[in-house]
């Protein structure tokens, strides 16, 4: 099952496989389904109203009108509301599945896949009314909303935060910091910030937001999966299936490489799928730009991905085995070092200039190719300073409902002896992401003027 949070504070969509543990403990009490209708009216609350409106003008398809209203409404995923339009194709309201003054749950279904989701919705107090959390999670095949919309017991945030305190001091990559973020969610539990959420997602949503306002690391999270497979089943994963078949339909995210005037190379990618998938996509993506002069990559709306494939990308930009990064892990307390592949199929581009698009968005995976290359002074970094997420991650279960993702390595470049955390890429030539490209253009066509010249 897929994860989609914007919760208020995190600022940017989760997108996250959800794992769970066999228990005995007894599932807790679920909602009824709702009775089905054939065109669901929202209600007139505030919760309602901010709904309608976030819905209407997600599905206008309006790129300006979608940022406008989710500005205002202090959606803190606006920046993203565009590429979850393209990706969803829009949302049918489906279902209200409870209704309170200020609070609202729904289920949605996308207009391209027809996959449904099941939203909450949370409006601060006062007018206008703005959202407090904001939050979506996929409703798998063979599941109702009623799966996912599991309520809680007033004990489960107590054994919750005890479970992550133990994950994080056992396998978090910095121990102290694994210290701070325990206290701060011990303290929200000590004042009560837990009694109102009624449901497994929400509780995983406002945990989310407590350790990493704490630890100030965006790949710290705690997860929701609805329910465990059945003891001794061995079908294939389906959500394994389901993300090759997305990125299979995105083509890897690989936008159609284009060669722009004066013999620059362009291609833009949203993400890094599996190396394994997605290196053949990256070869024809390389190979139809032909014997270009320069190269721009766009990684403005992309939120990382897959490590192999980071260093699939790079290695066609090296004529010999480089080295460009170390992996540092805590649990065997070793270091890997990952070096470029000189050996891959295709044409390498080892000496022509290099540029790199990034937004404040561009996080993780997107911001490790950043950096690495940037490092090496191999590539020119235009645009926006990153998000400053640079630890690899693994999910470890909860229980048989909650999983946390915490950071179990860290990066060590070679050359600056730390990483980006916290802090971001910072670029070689600071402009606003929407000018990066243009900017861009103009440095490769300088330096392509100034190499011929010579």
């Known amino acids: 099952m897929t994860t989609v949070q914007h919760v208020k504070g995190l600022g940017h969509f989760v997108l996250a496989s959800l794992v769970s543990c066999v228990s005995s403990r007894p599932t807790p009490a679920r909602i009824a389904p709702p009775l089905e209708s054939a065109k669901p009216v929202l209600p007139g609350t505030a919760a309602g109203r901010t709904l309608a409106e976030w819905l209407d003008a997600f599905n206008s398809g309006d790129p300006s009108r979608m940022k406008e209203v989710a500005t205002r409404l202090e959606d803190p995923a606006a920046r993203r509301i565009v590429n979850v339009r393209e990706e969803t194709g829009g949302f049918d309201l489906v279902s209200i599945e409870k209704s309170e003054p200020r609070s609202i749950t729904f ?29 979506f999670v996929g409703i798998p095949p063979g599941q109702t909303a009623a799966d996912i919309h599991i309520e809680i017991d007033a004990a489960t945030p107590a054994r919750i935060v005890d479970a992550i305190a133990k994950t994080l001091n056992d396998k978090y990559v910095y121990p102290e910091l694994a210290k701070t973020m325990e206290q701060s969610v011990r303290s929200h539990l000590a004042r009560g910030d837990d009694k109102a959420i009624a449901s497994g997602p929400e509780l995983a949503s406002a945990l989310t937001l407590q350790l990493q306002e704490a630890g100030h690391d965006r790949h710290v999270r705690v997860e929701w999966v609805a329910r465990t497979a059945p003891a001794g089943d061995t079908k294939p994963d389906e959500e394994e299936k389901r993300a090759r078949a997305q990125l299979e339909r995105i083509n890897c995210s690989f936008a159609k490489p284009e060669r722009l005037a004066g013999n620059i190379g362009y291609i833009r990618f949203d993400t890094f799928g599996r190396a394994d998938q997605c290196g053949a996509k990256a070869t024809e993506a390389f190979a139809s730009l032909g014997d270009v002069d320069a190269l721009i990559f766009d990684l403005r709306e992309n939120g990382g991905g897959d490590v192999e494939m980071i ?57 490790a190719f950043a950096y690495e290359l940037q490092s090496v002074k191999r590539a020119t970094i235009v645009g926006e300073v990153t998000g400053g997420g640079a630890h690899p991650s693994r999910s470890f279960p909860l229980d048989e409902h909650f999983s946390l993702v915490v950071a179990v390595q860290r990066a060590i470049n070679p050359v600056t002896k730390t990483d980006w955390e916290g802090v971001g890429v910072q670029p070689d030539v600071k402009v606003p992401a929407a000018d990066a490209l243009e900017k861009a253009k103009q440095l490769a066509a300088d330096a392509l003027a100034n190499h011929r010249a010579k």
């Open 311 to 367: 260093t699939y990308v790079e290695s066609y930009l090296f004529a010999t085995r480089t080295h460009l990064d170390d992996l540092y892990t805590r649990e065997d307390n070793s270091t890997d070092p990952m070096w470029t592949n000189p050996d891959l199929p295709g044409k390498k581009y080892a000496t022509q200039p290099v540029y790199i698009l990034t937004a404040a968005r561009t996080f993780s995976g997107a911001e």
């Open 107 to 135: 289920v949605v279904k996308e207009k391209l896949t027809g996959m449904q989701q099941i939203g909450w919705l949370r409006v601060a107090d006062g007018e206008p009314a703005v959202i407090e959390s904001f939050l």
